[in-house]
């Protein structure tokens, strides 16, 4: 059972285009979600994060935007370059006594075609 | 200021033989993660460790792998008398303190070859 929802296995999009990455989760007690991007060959780079308390994160041309009564977030990419073609794992976190624990997804593959 | 370091890189290992798997967690880091992951999988978490300490290995197989992180040396994580299935890249990740709101550093990754 897979508290952390990533659906889309692949996406593919055009340079200069909007990419957008979803995650579902089930577990009422995450409270702070990350995004990780990892190259083939590489370790996973952390992107991005959000608090709960928070509806949305910016950095640059990367927006997290969480929506807690759906129990869904989504990263986006805009505008997206072809460099920022990897995995994206969605990842989140709770406190489960002495230790938080982290719950990640199985990721999305993102291309961004030139 | 080195990243998480991981070697070897790539190990070859016939069913039966042990593999050992080492950590050198970015410098001021003092929390250990390993990670695996298997093929068309995502990351799965195995065991969380402090230096000589383990904080939760409720991820880790109960045979045949160990994981340590002595007081000197890196982080190793052992797996004995391997089979095909343990074929994986495995991820060492390291934090200045625990797991969760703070970012892992993940290194590069071992993979793991049984034949």
């Known amino acids: 059972d897979q508290q952390v929802k990533q659906n889309s296995p692949s996406l593919s999009v055009q340079e200069g285009r909007i990419s957008i990455l979803n995650c579902d989760y089930t577990?009422?007690?995450?409270?702070?979600f990350l995004w990780y991007k990892k190259y083939p060959a590489e370790g996973p780079t952390f992107l991005i994060s959000i608090s709960s308390i928070k509806d949305k994160n910016e950095d640059g041309r990367f927006t997290v935007f969480l929506n807690k009564s759906a129990k869904h977030l989504s990263l986006h990419i805009v505008p997206s370059q072809p460099g920022d073609s990897a995995v994206y794992f969605c990842a989140a976190s709770y406190n489960a006594g002495n230790n938080r624990k982290l719950i990640w997804g199985l990721g999305t593959s993102l291309g961004v075609n030139p | 200021n080195a990243g998480v370091m991981q070697n070897p890189r790539h190990l070859v290992r016939r069913r039966g033989q042990e593999a050992r798997l080492r950590c050198s967690p970015m410098?001021?880091?003092?929390?250990v993660y390993w990670y695996r992951q298997l093929p068309e999988e995502g990351l799965k978490f195995m065991v969380y460790l402090q230096k000589e300490n383990i904080i939760d290995e409720s991820g880790m197989p109960k045979e045949r792998f160990s994981a340590e992180f002595p007081k000197e040396g890196p982080s190793i994580l052992r797996i004995q008398q391997v089979v095909r299935g343990d074929s994986a890249a495995y991820f060492c990740a390291s934090s200045p303190s625990g797991h969760g709101a703070n970012v892992l550093t993940f290194g590069a990754g071992s993979r793991l070859t049984v034949l």
């Open positions: 410098k001021g880091h003092s929390h």
């Open positions: 577990n009422s007690m995450f409270d702070y």
